[in-house]
């Protein structure tokens, strides 16, 4: 099996900011994309960024400028530091990687347990 785990969240004021980290462990082949999403109270989850192997990043509109994300292929992380965080980024965070695991040809996706991002105004 494959298993992501998540640290980083918590309580910010406005302006602050907080990095999320995300360590996938298991029988792993290789990861395609790495990313995280977000679920506010209420609303759907949404793509917050995902970067693929590659290194190439791609960030939803609201966070462009303010959220770095990056990864270790190494080992098999990603984090994602947030700056400038206002209460729209108040969500719960969940990562996400699409891994291929060892003996098998598909990919699959698989998620964290979410962490809890709190930003007061």
């Known amino acids: 099996q494959v298993q992501l785990v998540e640290s980083g969240g918590g309580l910010v004021q406005t302006g602050g900011s907080l990095r999320l980290s995300c360590a996938a462990s298991?029988?792993?082949?290789?990861?395609?994309?790495m990313g995280w999403y977000r679920q506010a109270p209420g609303k759907q989850r949404e793509l917050v960024a995902f970067?693929?192997?590659?290194?190439?990043?791609n960030y939803v509109d609201s966070v462009k400028g303010r959220f770095t994300i990056s990864r270790d292929n190494g080992k098999n992380t990603v984090a994602l530091q947030m700056n400038s965080l206002k209460p729209e980024d108040t969500a719960v965070y969940y990562c996400?990687?699409?891994?291929?695991?060892?003996?098998?040809?598909?990919?699959?996706?698989?998620w964290g347990q979410g962490t809890q991002v709190t930003v007061s105004s």
């Open positions: 996400n990687a699409n891994v291929r695991r060892s003996g098998e040809v598909r990919a699959y996706d698989y």
């Open positions: 298991g029988s792993i082949f290789s990861i395609n994309t």
């Open positions: 970067i693929i192997s590659s290194g190439s990043t």
